[in-house]
C-alpha cells in the first residue's frame, strides 16, 4: 500500500434497515419502507490518525461503525481496507481483516460475557484464531491485562466484580489482543465517570502511539472530540455534512449544523456567563422519511430563500415552518375560532366567514405580523384551506417560498475542508457571503 493512501476508504456505505417486510406484509400487499440509518457516507481515515465522526444521538454514527466493519451487512457502497473491498472478502482474507479491525463498545458492561472470566474474555480472540499455544495465550492475556491498567492476577474473576472504567479497559485489552491496525471506538468513555473518562482516554492515546494504531473514534461529546482526534466528520441523519482538521472545524465550523453544535457546549469562562445560546429548532426529522434536499434545512437558521425574495430570515423561516404543517396537514380545521363560529358545511365555511377563517388560522400558525406582501401570499393560502384544499394551499407557497435547500441536494466538495452545504456552493455565489444570513 503506497504512503498516500488511506488505511480505510468508505465510499457511499449505505444502511438501510426494512419495515413491513415480513412474509405477511407481502401477503397483504404492504410496501417495504426503509429506515435509512446510514446514506451515503463517504470518508478517508489515514494510518496513524484519529478520526471523529460525531453528531446527535440516532445520526447514523454507531450503525457507519459497525457496518464499515462488516459486522452488519451494508444496503450498498463500498469500504476499502488497505485497498481491498471490504464486501468482497470471504474465506481466509476475511479472517484476516477481523484481526487487523477490532472495536470497543460503548457499554463496557453488556458488551462482556458475564458467565465469562476476565481472562477468558481477552482469550477468545486468540482461540477463535487459534494464536499460539495454551501458555502463550495465557502469557498474551497476562501482558494486555497488565498493559491496560489491570492486575494479571484478576484474569479469574468476572465483570460484575470491577467498576466500570475497569470493564472498558478489559474491552481494549480484548480488541488488542490479535494487534490490530484498525479500531473502532464507539462512544468509549460515554458510560464512564467524567473522572474515569480522562484516564481511559489517556490510556488510548498512550496505546495508539505504542503500537501505531489508527482509531475511528465514535462520540456525542465535542470535548472528547477536541481532545483526542485529528480529523472530524460530522454526521447528521445518515449524511456526512462537514470534515475538516480538528483545530479548524472548532475555529471556523462551516456547516449551520456543526455551528450549532458546537454553540451547545457549555462553556467554562466566567466572561461568557451571560451569552445567548442560539439552540436548534424543531426535532430531528424520521430516517423514515427524511427531507428532501439538504436534511437539515426543517432545523436550519440560514435556509436560503428564492433569488428575487426580499425577506429576512426569521420570517422565512416561520413560512416555511407553516407550509411544512400544511404539508404534513399538521393544523387542526375544527379548532379554529374561540367560540367555534366557523362551522362547516358539505361546501367547506361559506365565502362571509372565510376572512375571520383565515385571521384566526393565521394569529394561531404565527408568532410575529408578516410584511404587507407576505401576508398576502400567506392569506391566499389559508383561505384554501377554508375548503381543506391542502394541497392548493401547499402549492401556494411552494411557488413563492421554495428553496434551493429543499430542491437539490448538497454535495460534499473535494477538498481539505469539505462541507455539504448549499452556503459554500453555487447557490452562496448568488445569495452572499453566508455571514450575511447569521
Not at 52 to 71: F, P
Not at 91 to 101: I, N, Q, V, W
Not at 342 to 360: L, T
Amino acid at each position: 500500500m503506497s504512503a498516500d493512501m488511506p488505511l480505510v476508504r468508505v465510499e457511499n456505505l449505505e444502511k438501510y434497515f426494512w419495515e413491513n417486510d415480513s412474509i405477511l406484509d407481502r401477503l397483504f400487499g404492504d410496501e417495504p419502507v426503509p429506515v435509512r440509518a446510514v446514506d451515503g457516507v463517504s470518508l478517508d481515515i489515514h494510518r496513524g490518525e484519529t478520526l471523529g465522526l460525531v453528531g446527535e444521538s440516532g445520526c447514523g454514527k454507531s450503525t457507519a461503525g459497525e457496518t464499515l466493519l462488516r459486522l452488519q451487512e451494508p444496503t450498498d457502497g463500498r469500504v476499502e481496507f488497505e485497498g481491498a473491498n471490504v464486501y468482497d472478502m470471504d474465506g481466509s482474507d476475511l479472517d484476516d481483516f477481523r484481526r487487523e479491525a477490532q472495536i470497543v463498545f460503548q457499554d463496557p458492561f453488556s458488551s462482556l460475557d458475564p458467565r465469562m472470566t476476565v481472562g477468558s474474555i481477552v482469550r477468545q480472540p486468540l482461540d477463535i484464531h487459534d494464536v499460539g499455544s495454551k501458555a502463550e495465550r495465557r502469557d498474551r492475556v497476562q501482558e494486555l491485562l497488565e498493559r491496560v491498567g489491570l492486575s494479571a492476577d484478576q484474569l479469574d474473576r468476572y465483570p460484575h466484580e470491577f467498576s466500570g472504567g475497569q470493564r472498558q479497559r478489559i474491552g481494549i485489552a480484548r480488541a488488542l489482543a490479535l494487534e490490530p491496525d484498525f479500531l473502532v471506538l464507539d462512544e468509549p468513555t460515554s458510560a464512564l465517570d467524567v473522572s474515569v473518562q480522562a484516564q481511559v482516554l489517556n490510556l488510548l492515546d498512550d496505546l495508539q502511539a505504542e503500537f501505531d494504531l489508527t482509531y475511528l473514534l465514535i462520540s456525542h461529546d465535542l470535548s472528547v472530540i477536541r481532545h483526542v482526534c485529528d480529523r472530524v466528520a460530522v454526521m447528521y441523519l445518515g449524511e456526512i455534512v462537514e470534515i475538516g482538521p480538528v483545530g479548524d472545524l472548532f475555529e471556523d465550523p462551516r456547516h449551520p449544523y456543526t455551528q450549532a453544535l458546537l454553540e451547545s457546549v457549555p462553556r467554562a469562562s466566567t466572561a461568557e456567563r451571560e451569552r445567548e445560546r442560539e439552540t436548534l429548532a424543531g426535532d430531528v426529522p424520521s430516517p423514515r422519511n427524511p427531507p428532501s434536499g439538504c436534511r437539515f434545512r426543517t432545523r436550519c437558521p440560514m435556509v436560503i430563500p428564492p433569488e428575487d425574495l426580499d425577506i429576512e430570515q426569521d420570517t422565512y423561516r416561520q413560512l416555511m415552518t407553516v407550509r411544512q404543517r400544511i404539508e404534513s396537514r399538521d393544523v387542526s380545521l375544527e379548532s379554529v375560532g374561540d367560540d367555534g363560529r366557523f362551522e362547516r358545511g358539505e361546501d367547506g365555511i361559506p365565502a362571509e366567514d372565510v376572512p375571520g377563517f383565515v385571521a384566526a388560522l393565521k394569529e394561531r400558525l404565527l408568532d410575529e405580523t408578516l410584511p404587507p406582501r407576505h401576508d398576502e401570499i400567506l392569506e391566499e393560502a389559508l383561505a384554501e384551506l377554508a375548503d381543506e384544499n391542502w394541497g392548493a394551499a401547499a402549492d401556494r407557497l411552494r411557488e413563492t417560498y421554495e428553496s434551493v435547500c429543499e430542491r437539490d441536494r448538497p454535495e460534499l466538495e473535494t477538498e481539505e475542508h469539505p462541507v455539504a452545504c448549499h452556503l459554500h456552493g453555487e447557490a452562496s455565489e448568488r445569495t452572499g457571503e453566508p455571514d450575511s444570513w447569521t
